[in-house]
């Protein structure tokens, strides 16, 4: 089953007490693409996240991106992909200024909330700069880290 439908929740997934994970399978394609993972927190090991971004993108030789995968953790009960602005990426280059692609509109799938860490609306915003600079980050090559 897709990682996605297997988490549930903060410490919570599918798997029934009775069964065991044994693997979990990562499309070749994957290691043929760019990644960068950025994360927003107070200090950079040991806290719980303010937001944090995974940006993965296939790209042809032609520079032309062929397949994004984008996530966002910390601002849900569990992490979200951004399908709509995914698709908003195929085809275009990944060159230097790809991150203006994504707008608000693209976060729909994000339920952020108010804490001691950061308010809903800070989350959000957080979580669009983020998506923005890894998209430049894997345009520029670069392989990410804290924001």
Same mark, same amino acid.
């Given at each position: 089953?897709?990682?996605?439908?297997?988490?549930?929740?903060?410490?919570?997934?599918?798997?029934?007490?009775?069964?065991?994970?044994?693997?979990?399978?990562?499309?070749?394609?994957?290691?043929?693409?760019?990644?960068?993972?950025?994360?927003?927190?107070?200090?950079?090991?040991?806290?719980?996240?303010?937001?944090?971004?995974?940006?993965?993108?296939?790209?042809?030789?032609?520079?032309?991106?062929?397949?994004? !995968?984008? =996530? @966002?953790?910390?601002?849900? $009960? +569990? #992490?979200?992909?951004?399908?709509?602005?995914?698709? *908003?990426? %195929?085809? !275009?280059? =990944? @060159?230097?200024?790809?991150? $203006? +692609? #994504?707008?608000?509109?693209?976060?729909?799938?994000? *339920?952020? %909330?108010?804490?001691?860490?950061?308010?809903?609306?800070?989350?959000?915003?957080?979580?669009?700069?983020?998506?923005?600079? *890894?998209?430049?980050?894997?345009?520029?090559?670069?392989?990410?880290?804290?924001?």
């Amino acid at each position: 089953m897709p990682l996605g439908d297997f988490i549930t929740g903060n410490r919570r997934t599918l798997r029934d007490p009775s069964e065991l994970v044994t693997a979990i399978l990562v499309p070749y394609e994957l290691a043929q693409s760019r990644s960068t993972f950025l994360k927003l927190g107070a200090r950079r090991y040991l806290v719980i996240s303010i937001a944090m971004i995974a940006v993965n993108l296939l790209t042809r030789a032609d520079g032309a991106i062929a397949a994004a !995968r984008i =996530a @966002v953790g910390s601002c849900s $009960a +569990v #992490a979200k992909r951004l399908p709509v602005l995914e698709a *908003a990426l %195929i085809g !275009r280059k =990944a @060159v230097a200024g790809i991150g $203006a +692609v #994504a707008a608000v509109s693209h976060l729909g799938p994000l *339920a952020p %909330i108010d804490d001691l860490r950061a308010s809903a609306d800070y989350r959000r915003d957080a979580a669009l700069t983020l998506v923005r600079r *890894a998209l430049e980050a894997c345009a520029a090559g670069d392989g990410g880290g804290m924001a």
